[in-house]
């Protein structure tokens, strides 16, 4: 969903790399960026990445795709399940009621340490980014309670310092809602949910099994388990557009 906005692919060493030459020349992957210890080890580094990320989301319009989901929305009861942290879905529309973001998200702080299991908006943050060596230039967010270096309320690689915070609750509540007679029949749209990190792809499957109602769409990895479902090889976008002009204006 995020490369049809535009977003870079991280899939791979080669494609982060292109994104961000500079951690070429370092050797350093995304799963090593994407480490809570170097908002402790490091915290120019870490926000260096995280801080480019927030402004490049917070510039990102969501692509059309969001808005056929939108659509179909408003005639079905809706959810939604993302890994994805850039809060596009909100921005297309979504109530934040009805996302469940399993992986955090970059628009909400925490204390790195953490101090407290509080969370708060990025809103009014700005991180000064020097884009040749990609590192954040202080001053840098701080825990308003301890002063600590604040870090993004994303769940990273290897992290035991994550605040749920509200994550929980949405998860509670969509889990919730699969078990009510509004969910009865749920048919189940994936959208680039890959194997790497399969999160989302293993709870589309769980949410689809009783129904068999599960469409994957991914240009990579489309491969639908036990014939549970249909894969497809495409990207968002285009698929949702494609689908949108098939059900026609009345067949959702």
């Known amino acids: 969903m995020g490369v049809d906005s535009g977003l870079p692919d991280f899939r791979g060493p080669e494609g ?25 080890d490091d915290p120019e580094l870490a926000w260096g990445f995280y801080g480019h990320r927030l ?11 969001f808005a056929v989901l939108r659509r179909w929305a408003e005639r079905l009861p809706t959810r ?19 996302v469940t ?14 101090c407290h299991d509080g969370t708060w908006p990025a809103d009014d943050v700005v991180v000064e980014v020097d884009e040749t060596t990609m590192r954040g230039v202080p001053p840098l967010p701080t825990c308003p309670r ?5 870090r993004p309320n994303i769940l990273m690689f290897g992290d035991g310092s994550w605040v749920p915070g509200a994550h929980s609750q949405r998860l509670a509540e969509h889990r919730a809602w699969l078990r009510s007679r509004d969910a009865a029949g749920v048919a189940v749209v994936e959208l680039g949910a890959g194997t790497a990190v399969p ?24 491969e639908v388990r036990h014939g549970h479902g249909v894969g497809l090889a495409a990207g968002a976008r285009a698929t949702l557009e494609a689908l949108d002009e098939r059900l026609g204006a009345s067949a959702v």
């Not at 301890?146 to 604040?150: L, N, Q």
Request: charged residues 25%.
């Open 80 to 98: 939604v399940f993302t890994s994805n942290v850039d809060g596009a879905f909100q921005k297309a529309g979504f109530d934040d009621d009805v």
């Open 101 to 114: 973001e399993c992986h955090g998200a970059i628009g909400t702080l925490q204390c790195s340490r953490p």
């Open 199 to 222: 999160t989302v792809r293993r709870h589309a499957e769980l949410a689809s099994a009783s129904s068999g109602r599960l469409v994957r769409i991914n240009v990579r990895e489309p």
């Open 146 to 150: 301890c002063g600590a270096v604040a």
């Open 16 to 40: 982060f790399w292109r994104a961000y030459p500079p951690y070429r020349r370092l050797g350093l992957r995304f799963e090593e960026l994407a480490d809570p210890e170097h908002f402790d």
């Open 55 to 65: 402004a490049l989301y917070r510039a990102t319009v969501p692509h059309a795709g």
